[in-house]
């Protein structure tokens, strides 16, 4: 896993929210999806870790977007918890992972992922949590890489064009999302392992595999 991404290791991320202001608006579900390798080196779907959350006091939450997603953020048998407990459980099992597979930074994968990522990040700061083990401004979009690789950048279209199966009712719910997205990722990386494996035997001739990894400290690419 540290070589095919560069001491990265991805995690789907997807998140249920109140808005689209991740200042702002209520961070209402966050679930996490690990994605694992085999003894071949092909990407598979590992656990999903989902959390219903609390809305922190004084977000705003727009109707509009509860009709989209079905949340009713105040039902008295809504098993929520703070920002702050979803996100150190998640964080925890992400520094699993990465100790698992010698990486030193998780990166997040999600589906129009900046989206994802600027409330993960807006949540971090709000939350005061020190230690956020994916890296703070690059990612993996599925939408980008299933445009080009399956023609289709809506996430039901491009789950369906490659054979899965699409449950519209289960459709923006953080986990259900978060899962399909982890099949497309897992479908287009083991596509393109060949190219990879090109790739890695190109860069060994250029000397790039023995100069030391980068550090977790460095942001500045990826």
Same mark, same amino acid.
């Given at each position: 896993?540290?070589?095919?991404?560069?001491?990265?290791?991805?995690?789907? $991320?997807?998140?249920?929210?109140?808005?689209?202001?991740?200042?702002?608006?209520?961070?209402?579900?966050?679930?996490?999806?690990?994605?694992?390798?085999?003894?071949?080196?092909?990407?598979?779907?590992?656990?999903? &870790?989902?959390?219903?959350?609390?809305?922190?006091?004084?977000?705003?939450?727009?109707?509009? +977007?509860?009709?989209?997603?079905?949340?009713?953020?105040?039902?008295?048998?809504?098993?929520?918890?703070?920002?702050?407990?979803?996100?150190?459980?998640?964080?925890?099992?992400?520094?699993?992972?990465?100790?698992?597979?010698?990486?030193?930074?998780?990166?997040?994968?999600?589906?129009?992922?900046?989206?994802?990522?600027?409330?993960?990040?807006? !949540? $971090?700061?709000?939350?005061?949590?020190?230690?956020?083990?994916?890296?703070?401004? =690059?990612?993996?979009?599925?939408?980008?890489?299933?445009?080009?690789?399956? %023609?289709?950048?809506?996430? @039901?279209?491009?789950?369906?064009? =490659?054979?899965?199966?699409?449950?519209? +009712? =289960?459709? &923006?719910?953080?986990?259900?999302?978060?899962?399909? !997205?982890?099949?497309?990722?897992?479908?287009?990386? #083991?596509?393109?392992?060949? =190219?990879?494996? %090109? *790739?890695? +035997?190109? @860069?060994?001739?250029?000397?790039?595999? #023995?100069?030391? *990894?980068?550090?977790?400290?460095? &942001?500045?690419?990826?």
């Amino acid at each position: 896993m540290a070589q095919r991404f560069r001491g990265y290791l991805p995690v789907v $991320v997807d998140v249920e929210t109140g808005g689209f202001n991740a200042e702002t608006d209520a961070l209402l579900e966050i679930a996490a999806v690990m994605i694992d390798m085999d003894a071949d080196g092909r990407l598979r779907r590992g656990l999903t &870790h989902n959390y219903h959350v609390r809305p922190f006091e004084g977000a705003k939450i727009d109707p509009a +977007s509860l009709q989209v997603n079905g949340i009713d953020p105040f039902h008295p048998l809504r098993p929520a918890i703070p920002e702050h407990d979803a996100l150190q459980r998640i964080f925890r099992e992400v520094r699993h992972a990465m100790k698992a597979y010698d990486c030193h930074r998780a990166i997040l994968v999600g589906h129009n992922a900046a989206f994802d990522l600027g409330f993960l990040n807006a !949540t $971090v700061k709000r939350a005061d949590l020190k230690r956020n083990p994916f890296h703070p401004f =690059s990612c993996f979009d599925t939408a980008t890489l299933a445009g080009a690789a399956l %023609g289709q950048t809506v996430l @039901a279209k491009a789950v369906m064009i =490659s054979g899965l199966d699409w449950d519209k +009712s =289960s459709a &923006h719910s953080a986990a259900y999302d978060a899962e399909r !997205t982890a099949d497309v990722f897992c479908l287009v990386c #083991n596509r393109l392992r060949e =190219s990879f494996l %090109g *790739a890695h +035997s190109r @860069a060994r001739a250029l000397g790039w595999l #023995n100069r030391p *990894a980068a550090s977790e400290s460095d &942001h500045s690419e990826t």
